[in-house]
């Protein structure tokens, strides 16, 4: 109890110092991760001088922190921009993921001298790639939707192939014709899993009437973390039934939306700033010396064949153009993921375990310098680098228990074809109407003389039958104006 302040304290600076650092590495144009990995170093043995080695509890924090950083992951994605790249996000997130390994694995049998299942182990380590870290590098390259859809949707999917990979190959499972059986079940089975509980999960909240507001999103993140052990219960995937459950969660109607994905935002930034600056704290400087070749090697081998080799094959029924191609293998970014991964053989006394560890400290470090740096420029050439498309508008709902309607409350963002719309010309479904138009922090009642603009916020009175078309229409009238039906826009 006498050092409980103490250690507050130094917590809340840690994670001081690690929210500013996010400012710092959005000018840099680099993943915040090395910031946080270099606060953990500062702190751990060669620093401050605390001492962390305890790998089996490294690996169970580590898990439950990737647990976090899915489900926001999960929640956050949009359905409508990762759908028209369903096929080959999911074809990288496994077929990719067989062949990276087996790449990887053979080359560095034969480079590094390493025995058959510690070379492959060494390949399904490094399979898999972070969605954190893809996402703070593609902010504001401005690539297609359909191109940051399919990253988007490796990087919430490949986890769970990666990790069953490893966890068969550090405990010396025995490979015969069941195997692949086995991970078919583990990955369809987390997949029944997660979206089992994201539409029950749904499904209650539209109906729970719970006493404040900040319950909701506390409920759904609990949803996405019993999915997780639900799944690993039942011999499945837990962290694909976590991706899975957040994902119908985030694309539901749930009560109080904006607020749930503020609060899980909140909690996967919470989430990593924990994972890197413990990964930092576990890593020895001294140790990371010897690592340099091996990581190096490694890193060129994952670069430069295994990952333009897995991204051809798995794309190819897909037709990707090649520009395509060459941008999915360079946004491949190693994070977080691959040190949890690599934990995981050392804890299970593998050996060699402690090589592969710092290798891949180093390797993350370089690729994540040189990848982030470069992957912006990359587009630009490539042809891929578009002005940003305008954001959809974002619905939040608040019901309204007693009368049986809702309150939905739309922003009117830059770019929107809700811009210009006169108040009738929205048609709303019989059931729902503009109550108020908040504009420049004054509200109104609007009437039918009342124009949108670019900035406003509206609230929509809607009884819960015409709740969905109400929704509808205003996403059509915001991507194609007043004339939505005409072309062919529904909203969905």
Known sequence: M???P???GVGAAVLLAAVLAVRVSIRLGLPSLLLYLGIGVL???SGLGIEWDDAVLTQSLGLAALVLILTEGGLTTRWTNVRPALGPGVALSTVAVGISIAVTGTALHFLLGLDWRTALLWGAVLASTDAAAVFSVLRGVGVSKRLAGAVELESGLNDAPAYIAVVVL?????VDWTLPLLVVYQLLAGLAVGLAFGWLGAWTLRRAALPATGLYPLATVAVCVVAYSSGQLLQASGLLATYAAGLVLGNARL???????????????????????LLGLFASPGRLLHAVVPGLVAGAVVLLLARPLSVLLATLPFRVPWREQAFLSWAGLRGAVPIVLAIIPLSEGVPGAGRLVDAVFV?????????????????RLLGLAARAEPREIQVDSAPLDELAAVLLQVRIRPGSRLHGVYLPELRLPRGASVSLVVREGRGFTPDNS??????????VVATEESRAAAERRLRAVDRAGRLARWRGESGR
Do not use: C, N
């Open 43 to 45: 702190l751990g043995e």
């Open 450 to 459: 009342t124009r949108l603009q670019e900035g406003d916020q509206i609230l």
């Open 255 to 277: 009560p109080h939306r904006s607020d749930t994905l503020s609060f899980a935002e909140g909690l996967g930034w919470l989430a990593q700033i924990g994972l890197f600056v």
């Open 2 to 4: 006498e050092q409980l």
């Open 170 to 174: 550090a405990t010396g499972v025995t």
């Open 363 to 379: 390797l993350v470090i370089v690729l994540t310098l040189l990848q982030g740096a470069t992957l912006s420029p990359l587009a």
């Open 6 to 8: 103490t250690l507050l």
